[in-house]
T-cell receptor
């Protein structure tokens, strides 16, 4: 079966760095997305990786290793507004989106 | 965990016809449903937000007469692409929420191809 695993919840301190991991087992791979979602709001796009390596975009970076079926989202200089759910999603060979359950990130002062 | 079922997963239709996509929350009541569109290797684009029993709120640039959204019950929302054209070919995905938690429950997506 197809599966996306990410931690259910993480806690970090304001100003610190946090890494949210995502592992996947899917039938084929056509890209991996990270989304951020605040309570009661629509998810917003953070990153898309299709090739191995690190994609940096401001305070957020996303890494992909296709051979390991692994990705992580790195958030630097954490702010209180970064408290949200972070979703990992993979497009499989049939162009179906397979979603992780999301990681709830709690930022403490 | 909560499950959102979206059907069909793939559909091919002729230009000028209409296509209906269903999004069902199977084990929870979805007070809010989001409909997205996604072009290859691009981010999800929010099309509209619907709340049960009320009219959908469309994002700027989305034709409400072309993309009809109905959220008639707490477990079902539908998106109808009317008079479809090849440029409407895309990946459509719904997500459902209760409005009170950070959890996001997404459908599997529908790949629409208009020929």
């Amino acid at each position: 079966g197809q599966n996306i695993d990410q931690p259910t919840e993480m806690t970090a301190t304001e100003g610190a760095i946090v890494q949210i991991n995502c592992t996947y087992q899917t039938s084929g791979f056509n890209g991996l997305f990270w989304y951020q979602q605040h309570a009661g709001e629509a998810p917003t796009f953070l990153s898309y990786n299709v090739l191995d390596g690190l994609e940096e975009k401001g305070r957020f970076s996303s890494f992909l290793s296709r051979s390991k079926g692994y990705s992580y989202l790195l958030l630097k200089e954490l702010q209180m507004k970064d408290s949200a759910s972070y979703l990992c999603a993979v497009i499989d060979s049939n162009y179906q989106l397979i979603w992780g359950a999301g990681t709830k990130l709690i930022i403490k002062p | 965990g909560a499950v959102v079922s979206q059907h069909p997963s793939r559909v091919i239709c002729k230009s000028g016809t209409s296509v209906k996509i269903e999004c069902r929350s199977l084990d929870f009541q979805a007070t809010t449903m989001f409909w997205y569109r996604q072009f290859p290797k691009q981010s999800l684009m929010l099309m509209a937000t619907s709340n049960e029993g009320s009219k959908a709120t469309y994002e700027q640039g989305v034709e409400k007469d072309k993309f009809l959204i109905n959220h008639a019950s707490l477990t079902l929302s539908t998106l109808t692409v009317t008079s479809a054209h090849p440029e409407d070919s895309s990946f459509y995905i719904c997500s459902a929420g209760t409005g009170s938690t950070t959890e996001a429950f997404f459908g599997q997506g529908t790949r629409l191809t208009v020929v």
